[in-house]
């Protein structure tokens, strides 16, 4: 149980386009998600919290019209990249929190990662 | 806010031996502290967690350790074998809100 899964799993874009990433809860509801970026041989950097039916929420530094998510059910938040650039090639983690039940309230469980090459 | 500080950055152990991985994190409030395996090219998988009413907790070769006094928590791998090799993240949360440690790269040489 507990699986998140993200599509795709690798991307190549070219500069100036927009790319999006799905991040799905298989077999539970969760109303938050959240996206990490990390860079090789980084940690994990949360870049913003998603909340079914409402606005993210971006971490200091994070530009929200560059990074667009929406939560548009309980099962479903969408990172969209805009007008991408070289620099924001990176590895994009979703993780997302059971709504209820689980392990406990803390707990979270990650998609397996997409990695976004623009070129 | 937050601050998550884990050591060592690279770690090298015979296949057998123990890997102990330390965290030290800055605000009392934090309550939760999972441990994630990542290994290449994929995301983090949840390990072992440890809440802060608890001290210890073992799940077979794992085990992960806590002093809230001093705001430490430890990861323990006895047995290792060359599949433990991956980066190792510890994380500490108030609520739902990680903040990563900034990982472990374990090599278990056969």
């Known amino acids: 149980g507990a699986v998140v899964s993200q599509h795709p799993s690798r991307v190549i874009c070219k500069s100036g386009t927009s790319v999006k990433i799905e991040c799905r809860s298989l077999d539970f509801q969760a109303t938050t998600m959240f996206w990490y970026r990390q860079f090789p041989k980084k940690s994990l950097m949360l870049m913003a919290t998603?909340?079914?039916?409402?606005?993210?929420?971006?971490e200091q530094g994070v530009e929200k019209d560059k990074f667009l998510i929406n939560h548009a059910s309980l099962t479903l938040s969408t990172l969209t990249v805009t007008s991408a650039h070289p620099e924001d090639s990176s590895f994009y983690i979703c993780s997302a929190r059971p709504s209820a039940g689980g392990a406990g309230g803390n707990t979270i469980y990650f998609g397996e990662g997409s990695w976004l090459t623009v070129v | 806010g937050e601050n998550v500080e884990q050591h060592p950055s690279t770690l090298s152990v015979q296949e057998g031996d123990s890997a102990v991985i330390k965290c030290t994190y800055s605000?009392?409030?934090?309550?939760?502290f999972p441990w994630y395996k990542q290994e290449l090219g994929k995301g983090p998988q949840l390990i072992i967690d440890i809440r802060s009413n608890v001290g210890e907790k073992k799940d077979q070769r794992i085990a992960v350790t806590l002093n809230k006094t001093a705001k430490h928590f430890s990861l323990h791998i006895t047995e290792t074998q060359p599949e433990d090799s991956a980066v190792y993240f510890c994380a500490a949360s108030v609520t739902y809100k990680y903040i990563f440690g900034t990982g472990t790269r374990l090599k278990v040489l056969a």
């Open positions: 998603s909340n079914e039916g409402s606005k993210a929420t971006y």
């Open positions: 605000d009392s409030a934090s309550n939760y």
